[in-house]
């Protein structure tokens, strides 16, 4: 067989078992898949599960990687000119990859397998965020007034919770654009003005 052909037949025998896990997990939670539920649905052998993946824990952490690998892919050319603005494309490519591979982003966020699927894309999308942070910080010659690290979680904590609401409705309530540009509106300007309100915040008595 040639090589192509080989590699052909695992990215389709992992594909099978991947779309498996997550089709099960959405219908009745990964706790109670086994390597057997998803071998049956994915119409393989249980030694051609072992072949590839040690356990369903294994298959899972693959899943999560091989999305963020796919995300990574389809950022890269946007990265460089976010690291100099505020774009909003990154965040858009983020929902229409999502919206191409929705079933895993859905089981991710849903916090399945005991939220380790969750905590490893969150953990990856924060330190990504941080990076660009940093650098468009020190290309425009700024110091951030909080932590990079705090505002990196709190960009990507509304990014993900706007996207579970997103990808959960059907039909999605709004267009990805819209989507997007609210929240890009949101970082650039804040919630005060997203409420409503004109001017300068009040500032609070700390008393």
Do not use: C
């Not at 774009?87 to 849903?110: Q, S, V």
Request: charged share 35%.
């Amino acid at each position: 067989m040639p090589p192509e052909a080989g590699d052909r037949r695992v990215r389709r025998t992992r594909r099978l078992l991947r779309d498996a896990l997550v089709s099960l997990s959405l219908e009745r939670g990964y706790a109670t898949v086994t390597v057997e539920d998803i071998t049956e649905r994915a119409d393989l052998g249980r030694a051609t599960f072992y072949k590839h993946y040690t356990d369903k824990d294994d298959l899972l952490d693959r899943v999560v990687t091989d999305l963020l690998d796919e995300l990574q892919d389809r950022l890269r050319p946007l990265v460089q000119a976010s690291e100099v603005g505020f774009t909003g494309k990154p965040a858009l490519e983020i929902f229409r990859h999502a919206d191409d591979e929705r079933d895993a982003y859905r089981m991710i966020l849903r916090g399945e397998g005991d939220g380790r699927a969750l905590r490893q894309f969150t953990r990856a999308q924060t330190e990504a965020t941080a990076e660009v942070f940093r650098a468009r910080a020190e290309h425009e010659g700024v110091t951030p007034r909080i932590s990079v690290d705090v505002l990196a979680r709190a960009w990507v904590g509304e990014q993900l919770a706007v996207l579970s609401w997103w990808l959960e409705e059907d039909p999605r309530p709004m267009p990805p654009e819209d989507a997007t540009r609210m929240l890009l509106d949101l970082s650039l300007r804040g919630r005060y003005w997203a409420n409503g309100f004109e001017g300068e915040p009040p500032v609070p008595d700390p008393a």
